[in-house]
């Protein structure tokens, strides 16, 4: 668009004009001097024509400042617009090509607000040169046509990293971190979060009777016990996580709630159990090496243990990618456990004890800080203990009398390196009241005691009866020798006897008993 060229030679006409007066102005003549100012010659013989030719000048000077006036009105700034380099036409204003893409980029974020994967606008490299022409008419629509035409956009995302690994895309960094939080949540069960512990005891003070803390704190008659609680003190992941804005492939984009399963399961294979004949919860999580919390956690069916052969467990471990790191503060109340005070009494038998005063259990509030690992305790460590009401102690008199021949009621195994070859119970089809040992050959008494019996039994061939003189009684059969006499004082550990093969026996071993009040005992439930 080429300026127009009015103006150049009516300014060149003018200049020219000019000109020629002031060389006629220049040349010498006489002067006259009138009133005291000199007046050249030839104005007074030329004044007419002078005049007429300074109007022509001033004629001409008039019209090329009415024309360049109409000029400066009629040209026009424009720009010609360069994208990427190349032209793409004339603008006349680049406003215009500034309000386009800011019009696209907003209806591309409303169009982000119902997409599952967001676009962003990659801009073209635009460049302006300025241009000025007569009466310049630039096509603004077809240049803006041709500037949207090069507008492209393309899909962005979040990558989500935990210690540096990808483990998952997701549409924008607000749907990141809802589903971080989300994951911190599964393990903080809406705790409050806890004001700053102070780590104190508060112990009781038996006596206090002034108005200070020790004594509020002590006072079982007041209702001042808190109620127990969980706060929050602080929470976190064990891993490094970190989120990322990057340019993405529209199908990279993943299901918020699948990548939640994943992030707190570690999407692992689902392991199954069949309940077998003689399994118990303890039995299957030794033989498997499973937690017992599993099994219950996995299995909220199971009541009281109860569980029947062919039943399905469900023993799927869990296996988080990011494992979630809690502490809380965690007060409770706990039993004080009454102290055991013993009084030694000379007219009781040793060994023998009795209880004088039963004693109470007291209550205390224990404040804890508890660490958990995916909301499974790892580290516990005592703040603080507030007493509510002391322990009153329990009292056992002891005795120190000592009598030969009464036994402690306590029972040492009568053979030295033992084996039981034969327990109590059902046995051929009767009852065997004892239990068969082999071992060490000397044969001790299991208490202190005085020997009722020491001769041949039928069944037991040469047998021992110690009478432990507290309602218990101890038979040693099938021995080879005995070394003790009816009436004898015994003491617990003495040897009485050699282990051997008499009576109705199929080999060398010791036949034992014991009977409490008349009644024949499984020896196992007091050795």
């Given at each position: 668009m080429a300026l127009a060229p009015e103006s150049g030679r009516i300014r060149e006409k003018l200049v020219r004009a000019v000109?020629?007066?002031?060389?006629?102005?220049?040349?010498?003549?006489?002067?006259?001097?009138?009133?005291?100012?000199?007046?050249?010659?030839?104005?007074?013989?030329?004044?007419?024509?002078?005049?007429?030719?300074?109007?022509?000048?001033?004629?001409?000077?008039?019209?090329?400042?009415?024309?360049?006036?109409?000029?400066?009105?009629?040209?026009?700034?424009?720009?010609?617009?360069?994208?990427?380099?190349?032209?793409?036409?004339?603008?006349?204003?680049?406003?215009?090509?500034?309000?386009?893409?800011?019009?696209?980029?907003?209806?591309?974020?409303e169009a982000n607000l119902h997409t599952k994967?967001?676009?962003?606008?990659?801009?073209?490299?635009?460049?302006?040169?300025?241009?000025?022409?007569?009466?310049?008419?630039?096509?603004?629509?077809?240049?803006?046509?041709?500037?949207?035409?090069?507008?492209?956009?393309?899909?962005?995302?979040?990558?989500?990293?935990?210690?540096?690994?990808?483990?998952?895309?997701?549409?924008?960094?607000?749907?990141?971190?809802?589903?971080?939080?989300?994951?911190?949540?599964?393990?903080?069960?809406?705790?409050?979060?806890?004001?700053?512990?102070?780590v104190r005891v508060l112990s009781f003070q038996a006596g206090s009777t002034d108005g200070g803390s020790d004594s509020s704190v002590g006072n079982a008659g007041e209702d001042t016990e808190p109620a127990p609680e969980r706060r929050l003190l602080s929470v976190g992941f064990v891993e490094t996580v970190s989120v990322v804005q990057a340019v993405i492939s529209a199908d990279e984009v993943q299901d918020p709630e699948e990548l939640y399963e994943m992030l707190v399961t570690g999407d692992p294979a689902p392991v199954?159990?069949?309940?077998?004949?003689?399994?118990?919860?303890?039995?299957?999580?030794?033989?498997?090496?499973?937690?017992?919390?599993?099994?219950?956690?996995?299995?909220?069916?199971?009541?009281?243990?109860?569980?029947?052969?062919?039943?399905?467990?469900?023993?799927?471990?869990?296996?988080?990618?990011?494992?979630?790191?809690?502490?809380?503060?965690?007060?409770?109340?706990?039993?004080?456990q009454p102290q055991v005070v013993y009084q030694d009494d000379?007219?009781?038998?040793?060994?023998?004890t009795k209880v004088i005063s039963q004693g109470k259990p007291g209550e205390q509030l224990v404040t804890y800080r508890v660490v958990r690992l995916n909301g499974q305790p790892v580290e516990e460590e005592q703040l603080s203990v507030q007493v509510l009401s002391p322990a009153v102690p329990k009292i056992i008199a002891r005795g120190t009398k000592v009598v030969r021949g009464v036994g402690t009621g306590k029972f040492a195994m009568p053979v030295l390196n033992y084996r039981i070859t034969s327990n109590f119970g059902q046995r051929w089809g009767r009852q065997h009241k004892g239990i068969d040992i082999i071992g060490n050959k000397n044969i001790m008494a299991a208490d202190n005691g005085v020997v009722e019996f020491a001769g041949k039994k039928n069944g037991l061939g040469n047998a021992i009866i110690i009478d432990h003189q507290n309602g218990f009684k101890t038979?040693?059969?099938?021995?080879?020798?005995?070394?003790?006499?009816?009436?004898?004082?015994?003491?617990?550990?003495?040897?009485?006897?050699?282990?051997?093969?008499?009576?109705?026996?199929?080999?060398?071993?010791?036949?034992?008993?014991?009977?409490?009040?008349?009644?024949?005992?499984?020896?196992?439930?007091?050795?």
């Open positions: 000109s020629r007066v002031r060389r006629k102005l220049s040349f010498p003549g006489r002067f006259r001097r009138r009133g005291g100012v000199p007046i050249p010659r030839f104005l007074r013989d030329f004044r007419v024509p002078l005049a007429a030719t300074l109007a022509a000048v001033a004629a001409v000077a008039g019209t090329y400042l009415a024309a360049e006036q109409h000029v400066l009105a009629e040209t026009r700034t424009y720009y010609k617009v360069l994208v990427n380099g190349q032209f793409a036409g004339e603008i006349s204003s680049r406003e215009l090509v500034a309000g386009l893409i800011e019009d696209t980029r907003k209806r591309l974020e994967v967001r676009y962003a606008l990659r801009e073209p490299e635009i460049a302006f040169l300025s241009e000025k022409a007569y009466k310049a008419e630039p096509d603004d629509e077809e240049t803006l046509r041709r500037v949207a035409a090069s507008l492209e956009t393309y899909p962005v995302g979040v990558k989500l990293f935990i210690d540096g690994k990808l483990v998952g895309v997701v549409r924008d960094e607000q749907t990141a971190n809802a589903l971080l939080e989300r994951v911190k949540d599964r393990y903080t069960n809406d705790l409050e979060p806890a004001a700053k512990p102070e199954k159990y069949t309940v077998q004949p003689g399994d118990c919860i303890s039995c299957i999580a030794q033989k498997l090496n499973v937690p017992k919390e599993l099994i219950y956690r996995n299995n909220p069916w199971i009541q009281n243990d109860l569980i029947r052969v062919g039943d399905e467990l469900d023993l799927t471990q869990e296996k988080p990618l990011l494992n979630v790191e809690t502490a809380e503060l965690v007060t409770r109340t706990e039993a004080i000379n007219q009781l038998i040793k060994g023998q038979v040693y059969g099938h021995l080879s020798k005995i070394s003790v006499k009816k009436g004898q004082a015994v003491e617990k550990g003495q040897v009485i006897g050699i282990m051997g093969s008499t009576g109705n026996s199929t080999g060398v071993h010791l036949h034992f008993e014991i009977h409490k009040n008349g009644k024949v005992k499984n020896p196992k439930d007091y050795l």
